[in-house]
Nanobody
């Protein structure tokens, strides 16, 4: 499975962005997908995840109510709609896929496929 993430950019506090992650290759084997982020000097952290077949979702407390993860099965694409962005949301965002278990893990080591990352900067 190959993943390509895009949609990052510079946005003012309170603004919105939508990230996309397009999957190609053995996409039929995908069980779960997630977004992680990594700010400078910090560890990679879980943001949101989705079960590919059933659509169940899970969010980090820091983004709950502001971010929404969704997927388009026909396009093999997962999205992260980010609203009410804050400066602390600034990070490189990565999409990840797990083709082994239909479980949303908050641990980055659980995912065996990764996109290249897209940078999000929230600043006035």
């Amino acid at each position: 499975v190959q993943l390509q993430a895009f949609g990052g950019g510079l946005v003012q506090p309170g603004g919105s962005l939508r990230l996309s992650c397009a999957a190609s290759g053995r996409t039929f084997s995908t069980k779960a997908m997630a977004w992680f982020r990594q700010a400078p000097g910090k560890e990679r952290e879980f943001v949101a995840g989705i079960i590919w077949s059933g659509g169940s979702t899970y969010y980090a407390d820091s983004v709950k109510g502001r971010f929404t993860i969704s997927r388009d099965n026909a396009k093999n694409t997962v999205y992260l709609q980010m609203n009410s962005l804050k400066p602390e949301d600034t990070a490189v965002y990565y999409c990840a896929a797990d083709d082994l278990r239909p479980v949303i893990s908050t641990t980055w080591r659980s995912y065996n496929y990764w996109g290249q990352g897209t940078e999000v900067t929230v600043s006035s």
